[in-house]
């Protein structure tokens, strides 16, 4: 069983919709890590959290420690939100697979 | 503030020879990371560096990969001889401090095995 899963694998959204990605783990962490990959590009950070909602313009990012469990959020998705997101559960330095989003205008 | 350098960005080689991969972390930053990442997967671990010591090479297949940080500033992957299912994408990172921090990523170096 993957230490990480993420959910949906795949997504694929029109333009203005509301997107949620969920990661499970089941590694004990302190803090969680939200990357962002582009086609052939590197790897961004998104977001690292610890505890709670953090949000930065249209992205929202929510963790709960006890329960093992976040979510990304992308309010109003735009094409140029397509890119894998990617969980890493800090500490353990694992990542999941990636979530690849497409978004068509 | 420079980010994480690494080059080559690109590197088609033959099964059997040898390649190595350069990063520089940011300025300032003691701990580097080097990472596999292959086409549909997240990025495996392969080594950790803290300053120029080795925290973490669990991962590492050391019959043919190696890395050194002997300054503890920049770092080398090699991998002597390349096998085929070593084609994937190598990115560096690095962070501040230790494990738990955030982490930079550089643009990767994209390594196709023929």
């Known amino acids: 069983k993957n230490e990480v899963e993420q959910s949906p694998q795949n997504l694929t959204a029109q333009e203005g919709e509301f997107i949620t990605i969920n990661c499970s783990y089941s590694?004990?962490?302190?803090?969680l890590h939200w990357l962002q990959q582009h086609p052939g590009g590197g790897i961004v950070s998104l977001f690292m959290?610890?505890?709670g909602k953090k949000k930065h313009g249209r992205l929202i990012a929510t963790i709960n420690i006890q329960e093992k469990h976040s979510s990304l959020h992308i309010t109003a998705s735009h094409p140029r939100d397509s890119a894998v997101y990617i969980c890493?559960?800090?500490?353990?330095?694992?990542f999941g697979k990636g979530t690849t989003l497409s978004v068509s205008s | 503030e420079a980010g994480v350098a690494q080059s080559p960005r690109y590197k088609i080689i033959e099964k059997r020879q040898s390649v190595a991969f350069w990063c520089n972390p940011i300025?300032?930053?003691?701990?580097l990371y080097w990472y596999q990442q292959i086409l549909g997967q997240g990025p495996k671990l392969l080594i950790q560096f803290q300053n120029n010591g080795v925290v973490d090479d669990s991962q590492l297949p050391k019959d043919r990969f190696s890395a050194e940080r002997l300054k503890g500033v920049d770092s080398t992957l090699k991998i002597q001889p390349a096998k085929l299912e070593d084609s994937a994408v190598y990115l560096c990172a690095s962070s501040f401090l230790a494990t738990g921090e955030t982490q930079y990523f550089g643009p990767g170096t994209r390594l196709l095995v023929l």
């Open positions: 959290l610890s505890s």
């Open positions: 590694v004990g962490i302190s803090a």
């Open positions: 300025s300032g930053h003691a701990t």
């Open positions: 890493a559960p800090l500490a353990a330095l694992i």
